[in-house]
């Protein structure tokens, strides 16, 4: 009995417009300060970049998907979108919003938890983590009237201690990178659960069979190429056979846009996720399960030591695309170092900022790493080098703190002489 | 092969360029003739040379200053300098095309001695030569562009002989180098060059070595100041009129940085006058034109190399920066931006982002840092020896 696990992610940062240091010394402004909005015609338009996303993958892949949960009751998908998508589907978009709202409210769809603005504050402020993923735990409740059961971090970035904090938070399961260096003898295609941990279970992605979908689809030089519903098939009923002894759970965790926009429509991605559950259905022994129901119906095979943080990205699956180089490591430094100030300033809008500016993508924009994986860098990608990118997140830092300091001077003269009411 | 300079007779980047293709050619098996106008002592190992001055055995040379006599002096500059008597002509014509011309006169015979397979020539200086070379061997002709009077003069007053001249050389060429895409597209948009016949060398770079700060700068080191360096012409085509703008802006919000300003050329004058009249004269250093080792220390020197170039065919300054390990703010009108990833970029006209950028990179170490490692490792990868593979495959298209 092989069970197919789909989990698609879905975010799209609150990308940063271009602000000189000389937009700093604007002091008119200071109060009206908008990082986010980009009224250009470059990748810096957030509302811009939402729309063609909505127009050229979330819209009909989600019809797509509606058409196949009618179609097969049997099937299952899961979904995690970041809160700042969900800002952003509200704000740019709404027919996005109510499109997955009609996704999750046919009962066959799971929607996971993360944190709020897609950020690694897991690894430098736990307090700050605890409460964007609170926050974002209210807005999927608000949203779609679901409390989420099962935990996937920013990248699939996972460790040990990950497993442990989702354990004492009641988590059912998280998700993470179905890495060989790490499993060693292990499949991914197993349940597994964290060291020393009392329920949670540990979900690992089949990077092989996910990335051929995400990544090779259209690859003209695979030697999967073209890939179809009935070649995918195959490759998932070979699990089914009894010889087979590697595991019989496919977790397929892919990013939602490869459907439109890493694999645009004319690549044919879209007619083969159209005709992949039914295909994979004419197999009496395949099944389709979300996260917590392979939880509930798959036993736990082992343990896994997972010592050192494994994301999902690039071929050394660690997080140097985010934090790999000199500039990644100041800019995020400087951003956590700034927390304090920005607490004590107990402005909304200060606060706002900071928050969106924890977004990975931030940081991943400055990867210097030039590579195979370049392409997937410059997807989405507002900034010609990663040292623009840089310069402008620092200037944009600079400019919060500049406002962190005279908020707190405001205070204090405000204390000092009181306003006459 | 036919120039006009050769390091360490050179004015700037077209006797640089032609050293170290020649160089890589040889090492690539090439048997080169280097045809040069007139003799110098040139410490040069495998080269073989060809001086075209009819006395080139027993001739020597006065040096002269080189900053005149250059392929970037316009003609009218020359037969100035000519007639102050800043130049002794000798047995030469007395305007630079004067000069062009004569050389272009010895160049069939020497050509015939030479016996080539491909005649290779360098710019509008060497076409007269060229024509004559072909002509008298019916040998391929490979015109290499460094830089054409476009650039030179920004697209205003464009000296019409010599751009006759560059026409004439890309009509008569086999093949035409040029040393970047920019540039390749300034011929084929300015000068009717055929794209079928084009072709791109990107120029290369060597290694340099560490050497002891002038003290001026060391001083302003020890003291925590930051160095701001720019170094080529000060002419139109290279934007140091830009680069002032930005400089003041800059110092509006950090006084802390110096600007060098390193080069000779006709807006000399002009631009100190620009730093007087923008109050940042104290800021500025105007060293002059600098050459040898000098000009690696200040590479070293400096925490940012600047290139706001207007229009810059290649720009092989900022290669030299990052092999002394300084990190590059160039302009987007360059063709060196077409092979350099790991350096910062700006329209020459945006002195605003300039500004920005170049404060980042002094306020930041870890830009700095990744400009400077990354900036060496990259260009420790664009080498004379790739250009020699790029010359050599448009020879055997044309032979």
Same mark, same amino acid.
């Given at each position: 009995?092989?069970?197919?696990?789909?989990?698609?992610?879905?975010?799209?940062?609150?990308? !940063?417009?271009?602000?000189?240091?000389?937009?700093?010394?604007?002091?008119?402004?200071?109060?009206?300060?908008?990082?986010?909005?980009?009224?250009?015609?470059?990748?810096?338009?957030?509302?811009?970049?939402? &729309?063609?996303?909505?127009?050229?993958?979330?819209?009909?892949?989600?019809?797509?998907?509606?058409?196949?949960?009618?179609?097969?009751?049997?099937?299952?998908?899961?979904?995690?979108?970041?809160?700042?998508?969900?800002?952003?589907?509200?704000?740019? =978009?709404?027919?996005?919003?109510?499109?997955?709202?009609?996704?999750?409210?046919?009962?066959?769809?799971?929607?996971?938890?993360?944190?709020?603005?897609?950020?690694?504050?897991?690894?430098?402020?736990?307090?700050?983590?605890?409460?964007?993923?609170?926050?974002?735990?209210?807005?999927?409740?608000?949203?779609?009237?679901?409390?989420?059961?099962?935990? +996937?971090?920013?990248?699939?970035?996972?460790?040990?201690?990950?497993?442990?904090?989702?354990?004492?938070?009641?988590?059912?399961?998280?998700?993470?990178?179905?890495?060989?260096?790490? !499993?060693?003898?292990?499949?991914?295609?197993?349940?597994?659960?964290?060291?020393?941990?009392?329920?949670?279970?540990?979900?690992?992605?089949?990077?092989?069979?996910?990335?051929?979908?995400?990544? +090779?689809?259209?690859?003209?030089?695979?030697?999967?190429?073209? !890939?179809?519903?009935?070649?995918?098939?195959?490759?998932?009923?070979?699990?089914? =056979?009894? +010889?087979?002894?590697?595991?019989?759970?496919?977790?397929?965790?892919?990013?939602?846009?490869?459907?439109?926009?890493? &694999?645009?429509?004319?690549?044919?991605?879209?007619?083969?996720?159209?005709?992949?559950?039914?295909?994979?259905?004419?197999?009496?022994?395949?099944?389709?399960?979300?996260?917590?129901?392979?939880?509930?119906?798959?036993?736990?095979?082992?343990?896994?030591?997972?010592?050192?943080?494994?994301?999902?990205?690039?071929?050394?699956?660690?997080?140097?695309?985010?934090?790999?180089?000199?500039? &990644?490591?100041?800019?995020?430094?400087? !951003?956590?170092?700034?927390?304090?100030?920005?607490?004590?300033?107990?402005?909304?809008?200060?606060?706002?900022?900071?928050?969106?500016?924890?977004?990975?993508?931030?940081?991943?924009?400055?990867?210097?790493?030039?590579?195979?994986?370049?392409?997937?860098?410059?997807?989405?990608?507002?900034?010609?080098?990663?040292?623009?990118?840089?310069?402008?997140?620092?200037?944009?830092?600079?400019?919060?703190?500049?406002?962190?300091?005279?908020?707190?001077?405001? &205070?204090?003269?405000?204390?000092?002489?009181?306003?006459?009411? | 092969?036919?120039?006009?300079?050769?390091?360490?007779?050179?004015?700037?980047?077209?006797?640089?360029?032609?050293?170290?293709?020649?160089?890589?050619?040889?090492?690539?098996?090439?048997?080169?003739?280097?045809?040069?106008?007139?003799?110098?002592?040139?410490?040069?190992?495998?080269?073989?040379?060809?001086?075209?001055?009819?006395?080139?055995?027993?001739?020597?040379?006065?040096?002269?200053?080189?900053?005149?006599?250059?392929?970037?002096?316009?003609?009218?500059?020359?037969?100035?300098?000519?007639?102050?008597?800043?130049?002794?002509?000798?047995?030469?014509?007395?305007?630079?095309?004067?000069?062009?011309?004569?050389?272009?006169?010895?160049?069939?015979?020497?050509?015939?001695?030479?016996?080539?397979?491909?005649?290779?020539?360098?710019?509008?200086?060497?076409?007269?030569?060229?024509?004559?070379?072909?002509?008298?061997?019916?040998?391929?002709?490979?015109?290499?562009?460094?830089?054409?009077?476009?650039?030179?003069?920004?697209?205003?007053?464009?000296?019409?002989?010599?751009?006759?001249?560059?026409?004439?050389?890309?009509?008569?060429?086999?093949?035409?180098?040029?040393?970047?895409?920019?540039?390749?597209?300034?011929?084929?948009?300015?000068?009717?060059?055929?794209?079928?016949?084009?072709?791109?060398?990107?120029?290369?770079?060597?290694?340099?070595?560490?050497?002891?700060?002038?003290?001026?700068?060391?001083?302003?080191?020890?003291?925590?100041?930051?160095? %701001? $360096?720019?170094?080529?012409?000060?002419?139109?085509?290279?934007?140091?009129?830009?680069?002032?703008?930005?400089?003041?802006?800059?110092?509006?919000?950090?006084?802390?940085?110096?600007?060098?300003?390193?080069?000779?050329?006709?807006?000399?004058?002009?631009?100190?006058?620009?730093?007087?009249?923008?109050?940042?004269?104290?800021?500025?250093?105007?060293?002059?034109?600098?050459?040898?080792?000098?000009?690696?220390?200040?590479?070293?020197?400096?925490?940012?190399?600047?290139?706001?170039?207007?229009?810059?065919?290649?720009?092989?300054?900022? $290669?030299?920066?990052?092999?002394?390990?300084?990190?590059?703010?160039?302009?987007?009108?360059?063709?060196?931006?077409? %092979?350099?990833?790991?350096? $910062?970029?700006?329209?020459?006209?945006?002195?605003?982002?300039?500004?920005?950028?170049?404060?980042? %990179?002094?306020?930041?170490?870890?830009?700095?840092?990744?400009?400077?490692?990354?900036?060496?490792?990259?260009?420790?990868?664009?080498?004379?020896?790739?250009?020699?593979?790029?010359?050599?495959?448009?020879?055997?298209?044309?032979?």
């Amino acid at each position: 009995m092989a069970t197919v696990c789909f989990y698609f992610q879905v975010h799209q940062p609150y990308r !940063l417009r271009n602000f000189s240091i000389f937009d700093t010394c604007n002091n008119d402004s200071v109060n009206t300060r908008d990082y986010f909005n980009d009224a250009s015609d470059t990748a810096h338009n957030n509302q811009k970049v939402m &729309q063609k996303v909505a127009r050229k993958s979330y819209l009909p892949t989600n019809q797509a998907l509606l058409d196949l949960l009618e179609t097969h009751p049997e099937f299952r998908v899961s979904f995690s979108f970041s809160g700042v998508v969900l800002e952003q589907f509200a704000e740019f =978009a709404p027919e996005v919003l109510e499109s997955f709202q009609a996704l999750v409210a046919t009962g066959q769809v799971e929607v996971l938890s993360e944190t709020y603005h897609h950020s690694l504050a897991f690894f430098y402020d736990r307090d700050e983590f605890r409460s964007q993923v609170e926050e974002h735990g209210n807005l999927v409740y608000d949203l779609f009237g679901i409390t989420p059961r099962v935990f +996937r971090n920013t990248e699939l970035a996972y460790n040990n201690e990950l497993g442990k904090w989702a354990d004492d938070h009641g988590y059912a399961g998280v998700l993470a990178e179905g890495w060989d260096p790490v !499993l060693e003898w292990r499949s991914p295609n197993f349940l597994y659960q964290p060291p020393g941990v009392k329920n949670t279970r540990l979900l690992l992605k089949n990077y092989k069979l996910s990335d051929d979908i995400a990544f +090779r689809f259209s690859d003209k030089k695979w030697k999967g190429w073209p !890939l179809t519903a009935e070649k995918f098939t195959d490759w998932i009923n070979d699990h089914n =056979a009894d +010889r087979d002894t590697s595991g019989k759970l496919i977790n397929l965790f892919i990013d939602y846009e490869t459907f439109g926009e890493h &694999q645009w429509e004319d690549t044919g991605i879209f007619d083969f996720l159209r005709s992949l559950p039914g295909v994979l259905l004419r197999h009496p022994d395949n099944n389709f399960m979300t996260p917590s129901e392979v939880i509930e119906n798959h036993d736990v095979h082992d343990e896994v030591d997972i010592p050192n943080t494994i994301t999902w990205a690039d071929s050394e699956r660690d997080l140097s695309a985010w934090l790999g180089n000199e500039m &990644q490591q100041s800019a995020v430094k400087s !951003l956590y170092e700034l927390g304090p100030a920005v607490e004590k300033t107990n402005d909304s809008n200060i606060m706002r900022d900071w928050k969106r500016l924890q977004t990975s993508d931030h940081l991943y924009y400055m990867c210097t790493k030039w590579s195979a994986d370049g392409d997937v860098h410059a997807y989405f990608n507002p900034y010609e080098s990663p040292y623009e990118a840089f310069v402008n997140y620092m200037n944009i830092l600079g400019d919060l703190r500049e406002r962190c300091t005279q908020e707190s001077t405001f &205070q204090k003269q405000s204390t000092l002489e009181p306003v006459e009411a | 092969m036919f120039g006009w300079e050769f390091p360490p007779h050179n004015s700037g980047g077209l006797g640089v360029a032609c050293q170290g293709i020649a160089r890589a050619l040889v090492r690539a098996g090439h048997d080169l003739h280097f045809v040069l106008p007139r003799s110098y002592n040139i410490p040069e190992q495998n080269i073989s040379f060809v001086f075209a001055d009819t006395e080139r055995e027993t001739f020597k040379i006065t040096p002269i200053s080189s900053t005149i006599y250059s392929p970037y002096t316009t003609s009218k500059e020359y037969t100035e300098a000519v007639s102050k008597g800043k130049i002794t002509t000798g047995p030469y014509g007395n305007t630079l095309m004067a000069e062009v011309m004569r050389y272009g006169q010895q160049a069939g015979a020497i050509a015939k001695e030479s016996d080539p397979d491909v005649i290779h020539a360098h710019d509008w200086l060497s076409v007269p030569a060229a024509i004559a070379a072909k002509r008298a061997t019916g040998k391929p002709l490979v015109l290499h562009i460094h830089a054409t009077e476009y650039d030179r003069t920004g697209g205003n007053g464009v000296n019409e002989e010599v751009y006759e001249l560059e026409r004439a050389g890309i009509k008569a060429a086999d093949k035409v180098l040029a040393v970047s895409d920019f540039t390749r597209q300034i011929l084929v948009k300015h000068y009717g060059l055929d794209p079928e016949k084009s072709g791109v060398a990107h120029n290369g770079i060597d290694s340099e070595r560490k050497e002891k700060l002038p003290k001026v700068l060391q001083d302003i080191r020890n003291r925590g100041g930051k160095i %701001v $360096l720019f170094l080529g012409r000060i002419t139109i085509q290279k934007g140091p009129d830009y680069l002032m703008e930005a400089a003041r802006r800059l110092l509006e919000i950090r006084d802390d940085t110096y600007f060098v300003i390193a080069g000779s050329g006709d807006m000399h004058d002009q631009l100190v006058e620009q730093a007087a009249a923008l109050g940042i004269a104290d800021k500025v250093f105007f060293p002059g034109f600098v050459r040898g080792k000098k000009i690696d220390q200040l590479y070293q020197s400096a925490d940012l190399f600047v290139m706001p170039s207007i229009s810059e065919p290649f720009g092989i300054t900022p $290669l030299e920066a990052l092999m002394n390990e300084t990190p590059v703010l160039i302009s987007k009108q360059s063709g060196v931006s077409e %092979v350099l990833d790991h350096a $910062l970029t700006a329209d020459f006209w945006d002195t605003e982002k300039m500004a920005n950028q170049m404060n980042a %990179v002094l306020e930041h170490p870890a830009l700095y840092t990744e400009l400077s490692r990354n900036g060496n490792r990259e260009v420790h990868n664009i080498s004379w020896d790739d250009t020699a593979v790029s010359i050599g495959n448009t020879y055997d298209a044309v032979v």
